[in-house]
């Protein structure tokens, strides 16, 4: 019986297969998060509208939309949130994050594009904070980001990725790019 499987699974061809496989897991949502430094080395910080008073500060975080790819989703979120543009820089962090959720970070520098209006439905507030300096209420998984990728020294960073329980497929599905949804 296994042989005669493995058999028509051969047969099947590699993009039924793949999307057989992919009908067959779980979908994982895809959470993308942006360190943004300013030339100084200041971290951009906001006040988001909708997570607990208690821990309302964190950096530009956001959902990946299919086809996007992660770098991508940083400059996308940053842009909706704030209206600030930025050049997308190295891979901080990749872990499977709350149930089905794989979480992603990068660096970002802002250079000066865009100006800075908020978006009222989700931040009511940013600031541009030293790495020694942050306010209170900052998501501690946000602290920790800050200090991978360039610590209390403000500019970027030394040390490698942090990568953690990560998923990974048994092959990517054809015209599928890196750190792509």
Not at 36 to 45: A, E, F, K, T
Not at 63 to 79: D, H, I, L, S
């Given at each position: 019986m296994r042989r005669l499987l493995a058999r028509l699974w051969h047969v099947l061809g590699a993009r039924l297969r793949w999307r057989l496989l992919y009908l067959s897991q779980a979908t994982f949502m895809i959470g993308v998060t942006g360190v943004?430094?300013?030339?100084?080395?200041?971290?951009?910080?906001l006040r988001h509208r909708f997570w607990t008073e208690r821990r309302p500060w964190g950096l530009p975080t956001g959902?990946?939309?299919?086809?996007?790819?992660?770098?991508?989703?940083?400059?996308?979120?940053?842009?909706e949130e704030t209206g600030l543009e930025v050049a997308v820089g190295r891979l901080v962090q990749l872990r499977s994050g709350f149930q089905l959720r794989v979480d992603v970070a990068y660096e970002a520098r802002y250079a000066g594009g865009g100006t800075l209006r908020l978006n009222p439905t989700e931040i009511l507030e940013a600031r541009w904070c030293a790495p020694g300096d942050?306010?209170?209420?900052?998501l501690e998984s946000h602290r920790l980001l800050i200090e991978a990728s360039g610590g209390q020294r403000g500019r970027g960073g030394?040390?490698?990725v942090e990568v953690r329980g990560v998923v990974e497929a048994p092959q990517d599905p054809p015209g599928l790019g890196q750190h792509q949804m």
């Open positions: 943004v430094r300013d030339p100084d080395g200041n971290v951009l910080l959902g990946a939309k299919r086809g996007e790819t992660f770098e991508q989703t940083v400059a996308r979120e940053v842009r942050l306010p209170e209420g900052l030394e040390g490698g």
